[in-house]
């Protein structure tokens, strides 16, 4: 069944609901700009929700020389956790030296470099520890005697992107998922899309926007999507880059993650996960196959296992792995032949003709505020009836961030635990564990989430164990979520936690109630 609407019209067409296009779409609405951002999936359905969930400098950048990108990836890191505390927290992280791999002076060198690029207000410096007296030490194998404890930070980062997109509403941007851009011609100087809405039912609505502007945020598609364009005759200048992680039942008993090294040249990270799990990855590998069917790969399974079992006590294999995830980081080439060695920063392509259009290439999720803000500045530049304001993305928190504050602010750091006991005296009939998850994922969102909810009666049917009617009903009509699968893995993680049949247990309760 298809349906035909009216052309409407807006400054900007961001094109793409990762991380990048949410950040921009939020920026732009933020600043006067009419927006309309279109994903032909779910928000974060791809690459924006692969990532190793950090929120990091990229310390082993500093091997090539990125010091630029390391500095900024570093200056956004505490910014970001101001602005999503529920999101976003500190972690600390156990680097072990191993004889044979890169020296300890070498070590300790680039540990020195990564705490002084950019000012820290919230996470402490880099120490030298032996593992015979470090409770990080007892997981790790005898070998290993001595390494470095260094911070970072964790993210949620598929609700990173659903929160960007829900300010983004919020400042008057539309939000359209499962809407696919099929079709881009030039008329005025003026972009006219084609897109085309999927439903739950298969039943498709086309419409068209007349645009101002474009945005190419696609990610791993923004080569094929430049040529569809006509922006540019050159050869794509993305290499895509397979990253794959695994999940394992937890390997050791406390909060910090670990980092690895591989006589390769790689690094590892081994980060505690859901509470009950251990979260083992990246890969790096070049991949030319179907970007819609990301699989990973039995060679990176053996991959991962084998890494950790050089460093860890409890050894695994293929079978002890519950879940993974693979995604295709979309790298600026830049002639390095090594996939390891090519630079995670970001280039925007502002192109005049055939109409306005910015290319967003490349890019980490550290740094997409950053990104977000210099492309709004040039599209504000080219659109010369747009109204020109301040960037502002660094001053205002994000859906849920405004824990003690209104505004960003170290506090809301600092006092989170502060917050969680607060919420878990609020909800005493509901159990300690589930009201902390709410808290962490919401932040203060929580009380709308709970807002009718008095006991837990009144939360609706439980549809499945620690999830109620009440939120999922919330994340549907507030968070954009259309599926069993966006709940359970995107919007929440509980799919990590439930039976086989959880999704369709969910899919049937959606369809019966919405």
Partial sequence: MFKETSTQQCDLLVIGGGINGAGIARDAAGRGLSVILCEKDDLAAHTSSASSKLIHGGLRYLEFYEFSLVRKALQEREDLMRIAPHLISPLQFV??????LRPYWFLRAGLFVYDHLARRDLLPSTRGIEFSQHESGASLKSHLQRGFEYADAWVDDARLVVLNAIDAQQRGAK??????????????????????????????YRFKVDAACIVNATGAWASQFQVRCNASNSPPKLRLIKGSHIVVKRLFNHSRAYIFQHPDGRIVFAIPYENNFTLIGTTDFEYHGDLDNLKISEQEIDYLCDLSNHYFRSQISAADVVHSFSGVRPLVDDGHADAKSITRDYRLEFVQLPAPALHVLGGKITTYRRLAEEAVNQIQLALPHAPVQQAWTKKACLPGGTIFSEEPSNQNVQEFSRFLTLCCERYPWLPTKLVQRLARAY????????ENSHDEKSMGEQVLEGLYACEIDYLIQREFAMTAQDILWRRTKLGLHLAADAEQVLTDWIQTHH
């Fill in 443 to 450: 932040g203060t969102q929580i009380h709308q989430v709970l």
């Fill in 175 to 204: 939000i359209l998922t499962r809407t696919a851009c099929e079709n881009l011609t030039v008329q005025n100087g003026r972009w006219l899309a084609e897109l085309c809405h999927t439903d739950n039912f298969s039943q498709q």
């Fill in 95 to 100: 680097m072990p030296y191993v004889n044979g």
